[in-house]
Every structure is written in structure tokens, then in C-alpha cells.
């Protein structure tokens, strides 16, 4: 069955860093989307991602976020600088038609210190 | 604002009992609805989902949930509980008027007693 894939899984960063999460979604797939789940908490959506342009974003996904989709396969996230309550497990998602249902990946846990 | 109540924190069942996990929503748009499970460490699977139509919904490994729009409730059911079903178990949430993105519920953690 195809797999939404995400690397690495597990970061560990400094405050202050910029982090890279990558995701690579079922090929066929187009709409891509990042949620995070802070330990203990909800799954919180993040961005939506179709058509090569953000479609919606969260209150959560200020100005150090930013998604790109660089190659056609991959869809990473990216952290400008880091900040300790950054720390969670972040999802990528993607799914050909919104009625078929989300593919989830593993998550990458991202520990900022 | 849309929200997606799931009561139960923690449910204990035991193994071969039934089990059903209660989900509630508050959404101004006709949803779509989901249950996903996630065992620790792991990513979210999807059990199931409902879009339109049927609203006895059956899922993967078992599971099934029930759309009442009266009650604005999607209960997940499994007739018979295995313990590999011990994980937790998150109701979710879109509507395209929303922007298709999915609203997740707190989360219920089953534990399986032999």
C-alpha cells in the first residue's frame, strides 16, 4: 500500500536553528498538507499545500514557517528559528481527493533545546 | 468555530467485549468525518471515514462508526476487541466550506485487559 514517507524521524535542534522536515506524499496525490501534535495535545492543523501555492494556513504557521514543494516529489517544511515550544511531532499528509481521506506519514518528532 | 469532542480520555474494555468510542461535533458546513488510530510512536491510520450516503460506515480491522446528523455524533464500534487494538484513537473533522482541513478531537486512549 503507498506510504506518505517523512524524514528523518526524530530532530533534535537548538533554539534559534532553522530545521528542515521532509515528506515525501503518494505520488499520485494533490493536496498536501503539515499538522503537528504537541506532546499530551491535539493534532493541530498547520498548511495546506495544493496546486504549487499554500491554499490555507493556520494562526500556528507564522513567518518562520514556510513549505515548499522543491522537485515534484518532495514537500518539506522548514523552521526559520526555532523556539522551545516548537517541540512536537509534525505529520505530513496528503491525499488525492479530500473525500478519499488524509495518508498520514510516521511523524518527525522535533525536539528544540 | 468548529470543534470535535471526544468525552472519554481514557476507556478500559476487556479483550473480546465490545467497545464503542464516542464523537462529537460542532460544525456549520455538511462534514466529512474520520476516525484514525495511532499506536505510540507511530503515525495515524485511518480506520474509516464518511463522506455522504450510507451512514453505517465500515472501516479496517473490525471497526465501524454511525453518522447521526441529529445528534451530530460519529461513534466508532468494534463488536469484539482484540488487544492489538490498544492505542489511541482520534475522531477528525473537514468540510470543503473549511477549506478541507481536518479538525481532530482530543483522542482516546484504549487499553485492552485480558
Known amino acids: 500500500e503507498p506510504e506518505v514517507t517523512q524524514t528523518p524521524s526524530h530532530q533534535v535542534t537548538q533554539m534559534g536553528q532553522e530545521v528542515i522536515l521532509r515528506c515525501v506524499p503518494i505520488?499520485?496525490?494533490?493536496?498536501f498538507y503539515w499538522y503537528r501534535q504537541i506532546l499530551g495535545q491535539k493534532v493541530e492543523f498547520l498548511v495546506s499545500?495544493?496546486?504549487?501555492?499554500?491554499?490555507?494556513k493556520s494562526e500556528i504557521f507564522d513567518d518562520q514557517f514556510s513549505v515548499e514543494r522543491p522537485d515534484g516529489s518532495n514537500f518539506t517544511l522548514k523552521i526559520r528559528s526555532t523556539k522551545l515550544e516548537d517541540s512536537a511531532m509534525y505529520f505530513c499528509?496528503?491525499?488525492?481527493?479530500?473525500?478519499?481521506?488524509?495518508?498520514f506519514g510516521s511523524g518527525t518528532r522535533l525536539t528544540v533545546v | 468555530a468548529q470543534s470535535v469532542t471526544q468525552p472519554d480520555i481514557h476507556i478500559t474494555v476487556s479483550e473480546g467485549a465490545s467497545l464503542e468510542l464516542r464523537c462529537n461535533y460542532s460544525?456549520?458546513?455538511?462534514?466529512?468525518l474520520f476516525w484514525y488510530v495511532q499506536s505510540p510512536g507511530q503515525g495515524l491510520q485511518l480506520l474509516l471515514k464518511?463522506?455522504?450516503?450510507?451512514?453505517l460506515v465500515q472501516g479496517i480491522k473490525g471497526f465501524e462508526a454511525e453518522f447521526k446528523r441529529s445528534q451530530s455524533s460519529f461513534n466508532l464500534r468494534k463488536p469484539s476487541v482484540h488487544w492489538s487494538d490498544a492505542a489511541e484513537y482520534f475522531c477528525?473533522?473537514?468540510?470543503?466550506?473549511?477549506?478541507?482541513?481536518?479538525?481532530f478531537g482530543a483522542g482516546t486512549i484504549l487499553r485492552v485487559k485480558s
Open positions: 460544525y456549520g458546513a455538511t462534514p466529512y
Open positions: 477528525a473533522v473537514g468540510a470543503r466550506e473549511y477549506g478541507n482541513k481536518l479538525v
Open positions: 499528509a496528503s491525499t488525492e481527493l479530500e473525500e478519499y481521506g488524509y495518508t
Open positions: 499545500f495544493y496546486n504549487n501555492e499554500i491554499s490555507e
Open positions: 464518511y463522506f455522504s450516503g450510507d451512514t
Open positions: 505520488s499520485n496525490h494533490l493536496y
